[in-house]
């Protein structure tokens, strides 16, 4: 039986563009493919050193822009959603515009295992061990090598990858920004870890044109198509010069998402999920903050075709708080679009998530904060407090986790100075620690209607949490400490000083300012007035408060936690004798949430089903020590 001819598939090599001069020549291709002016085609590319944006993302909260100006790397924003990325010569683009039926299925999460799978073959040709990674990646080992993404315009599917040839992991981290819990030390080690370039997996560089014959054989052998070089049409051409002067090249449309700015009239939220982090920031309006004036939903996912997510936020525009959820369901229901790894309901939750945050006060102060999970007459509640230069959102999905797989409610809130909450305001207190634990916490607590809690305390967290419980043992069913301190070390004052001069001369600035914004300067300034102004073995004031503990705690410190050593732990185990149970986390820092996730959810998990089978009245007066 004859079978049909492999789809003929036009190649091209745009050669080294600009960021903004291939964003432009992307959309003026997909242009060119949706009026029928080209055929089916692959591109390969390559750039100049340059920063480019996901779609749905917040220019200054993903580039160190000034850091950019001053090194000549160009800014810019894909058409495609997805993360931040630094690129340059040493890496080399591919993409595929096709007609959308062409790969038998219009679903875009399965086009994408499709197409990964398809680059993955033509790797395997160079002798590299390449795997399709859902959602979008093609890893190595468990690297990344290439990050994929694109989306179904019309008739038209645009997927496009990028390829790590060589790779300078300094140059990223300096331009993009990372999470502000990672020191900027271990920025550096983390980016290597999780990628892996041609370069160090075949011990050479490979000619592009090496690397282009494989993946068209990859194109081939998996996507039954037929890929013959081709010309770049000079209608092509002109087009994207057009699209770069008139929109992709300009600032307006590169830095055409900004969050606004935090006031009693905004409510925001931030969900992680496992096809995304998605974050909401919506303007109320009404004597009564009753409906949606303005929507901006961002964050690192992809949605096609791109323009629904304006669609969305526009059907929100004008809503009745009330009804904000149902509109959001509704918009997907008519199937206006297609989001891999995410569902209509993550964008419900993030809505109602943001509609609901809470306003709080303490000590005078305006602080925000969110629920999660059952309400406080119904479950214990597990009360998160982040570290000194932390926020609500630096907890990412713990708070969920964790209250999803013990049932108790979750309270997640900015501590004053940091996140949404209000900025400090100088002079600042040397017992701001025990001013957060005697008076903020209280009132917090008994304004959420707070009955029984378990406090969940990160460092700074870790301390306010322990001072509570023993000044307040009656309303305190557990506590978990990670990373805790009682006092100064001069490994303490050591890292500071290194905090201090990253803070001046590095990036760390840039960093924080991403979640805490106007905020950051006074937020850091706190922290070494306050942590220098003591000598090594100099404490906080918080041990005849924490004798009073009498329920069970948990203790958790990574092994190389770069502040405190196993001291911290020892004295707390001291002041505590027969309720502190211990764990430290090898290969672990300062951070062991995120650094050793797994076995830190899994200790937290077995220590709240503990609490759980304990009678309340015997939470209190029974431990556990290891």
């Known amino acids: 039986m004859k079978t049909a001819s492999p789809r003929a598939l036009r190649v091209i090599d745009t050669g080294i ?21 080209v055929p089916d085609t692959v591109r390969f590319l390559r750039f100049r050193p340059c920063a480019l944006v996901g779609l749905h993302q917040i220019l200054s909260h993903e580039v160190r822009l000034a850091f950019c100006r001053r090194h000549g790397i160009e800014v810019g924003r ?5 993360g931040g990325l630094y690129l340059d010569e040493g890496q080399m683009g591919w993409e595929l515009v096709l007609d959308r039926r062409a790969l038998g299925t219009t679903d875009l999460a399965e086009i994408a295992a499709r197409l990964c799978h398809a680059a993955a073959q033509g790797l395997r040709r160079l002798g590299v061990p390449a795997q399709f990674r859902a959602r979008n990646d093609i890893e190595v080992d468990g690297r990344k090598i290439s990050g994929t993404g694109g989306f179904i315009d019309g008739a038209t599917l645009f997927y496009q990858g990028t390829l790590l040839v060589d790779f300078d992991a300094a140059r990223m981290i300096e331009a993009l920004k990372v999470p502000a819990e990672k020191l900027a030390k271990r920025d550096l080690d983390d980016a290597r870890r999780r990628v892996v370039t041609l370069r160090e997996t075949l011990g050479r560089i490979p000619p592009f044109e090496e690397v282009q014959a494989a993946l068209l054989d990859g194109f081939r052998e998996v ?15 002109r087009l ?27 409510v925001s939220a931030t969900l992680t999920r496992r096809g995304g982090t998605l974050r909401a920031d919506i303007r109320l309006e009404g004597p009564r903050r009753a409906r949606l004036r303005e929507v901006l939903i961002t964050g690192d996912f992809f949605m096609t075709p791109p323009r629904a997510l304006y669609d969305l936020e526009a059907a929100l525009r004008g809503q009745p708080v009330a009804q904000a959820g149902a509109e959001v369901e509704a918009f997907f229901a008519r199937g206006a679009c297609e989001v891999i790894g995410l569902a209509p309901r993550d964008f419900r939750d993030l809505v109602e998530a943001a509609l609901s945050q809470l306003n709080l006060r303490a000590a005078g102060r305006r602080l925000r904060g969110h629920w999660r999970g059952a309400g406080p007459e119904a479950a214990p509640t597990l009360v998160f407090l982040h570290d000194a230069l932390g926020c609500a959102r630096l907890w990412r999905d713990i708070p969920e986790r964790l209250a999803a797989a013990s049932g108790c409610g979750a309270l997640v809130y900015d501590r004053w100075g940091s996140g949404d909450s209000a900025p400090l305001e100088p002079p600042f207190s040397r017992d701001y620690l025990l001013d957060e634990a005697l008076v903020a916490l209280p009132e917090v607590l008994t304004q959420a209607r707070v009955r029984e809690a378990v406090l969940v ?40 000083d290194e905090q201090i001069a990253d803070f001046r001369d590095g990036d760390l600035r840039a960093r924080l300012h991403r979640y805490h914004g106007e905020k950051t300067d006074a937020l850091f300034a706190r922290l070494v007035e306050t942590w220098t102004a003591g000598a090594p073995g100099e404490g906080w004031g918080l041990e005849p408060h924490i004798r009073g503990v009498r329920c069970p705690v948990l203790a958790l410190q990574g092994e190389d936690d770069e502040f405190f050593s196993a001291a911290q732990l020892e004295a707390l185990c001291a002041l505590l004798p027969a309720r502190v149970q211990t764990l430290r986390i090898p290969r672990c820092g300062h951070y062991p949430q995120h650094q050793a996730k797994k076995p830190v959810l899994a200790a937290l998990i077995a220590f709240l089903h503990a609490l759980g089978r304990a009678p309340a009245s015997l939470a209190t007066t029974v431990g556990a020590t290891q």
């Open 223 to 237: 996507l039954d198509v037929d890929p013959q070089w081709g010309e770049v049409t000079a209608y092509e051409e």
């Open 457 to 496: 305390g990160h460092s700074d967290g870790a301390a306010i949490a322990l001072a509570y419980a023993g000044r307040h043992p009656e309303r305190v069913r557990g506590v978990i400490a990670l990373a805790p301190h009682l006092s100064r070390e001069a490994r303490t004052l050591r890292a500071i």
């Open 78 to 82: 894909r058409i495609t959603g997805g």
């Open 240 to 266: 994207a010069r057009r699209l770069h002067a008139n929109a992709f090249g300009t600032d307006a449309f590169v830095g055409s998402l900004d969050a606004p700015e935090t006031d009693e009239m905004r």
């Open 17 to 37: 563009r600009t960021g903004r001069e291939n964003v432009a020549f992307d959309q003026a291709l997909i242009e060119a493919h949706a009026s029928g002016r």
